[in-house]
Nanobody, 119 residues
Framework: QVQLVESGGGLVQAGGSLRLSCAAS????????MGWYRQAPGNQRELVAD???????NYADSVKGRFTISRDNAKNTVNLQMNSLKPEDTAVYYC?????????????WGQGTQVTVSS
């Protein structure tokens, strides 16, 4: 079994910063892509950013230039540095990992962490 545990959410004023972290543990051979998604009330879950095992990032247009994703393959962690936060960034943020277990690959999700940006 694989667990993803997120931390770092909270309440911040517009223009502020937060850093989200996610650690994967369990029966992991290797992790392919890792990423962050978010879901605001009444909206579908959407990709915020993801990053390949080799470190190539991909960002949603809405966060480009403000958010930075990074990972540490040795520690099986992925981080999301969020700067210049806006009220529309308010959502539950979920960590996501594509985990290689033997010859098969599985997608896992964290439990979510709330990010609230006040105006």
């Amino acid at each position: 079994q694989v667990q993803l545990v997120e931390s770092g959410g909270g309440l911040v004023q517009a223009g502020g910063s937060l850093r989200l972290s996610c650690a994967a543990s369990g029966s992991i051979f290797s992790i392919n892509a890792m990423g962050w998604y978010r879901q605001a009330p009444g909206n579908q879950r959407e990709l915020v950013a993801d990053i390949t095992r080799g470190g190539l990032p991909n960002y949603a247009d809405s966060v480009k230039g403000r958010f930075t994703i990074s990972r540490d393959n040795a520690k099986n962690t992925v981080n999301l540095q969020m700067n210049s936060l806006k009220p529309e960034d308010t959502a539950v943020y979920y960590c996501n990992a594509d985990v290689q277990i033997g010859v098969l690959s599985y997608t896992y999700w964290g439990q979510g962490t709330q990010v609230t940006v006040s105006s």
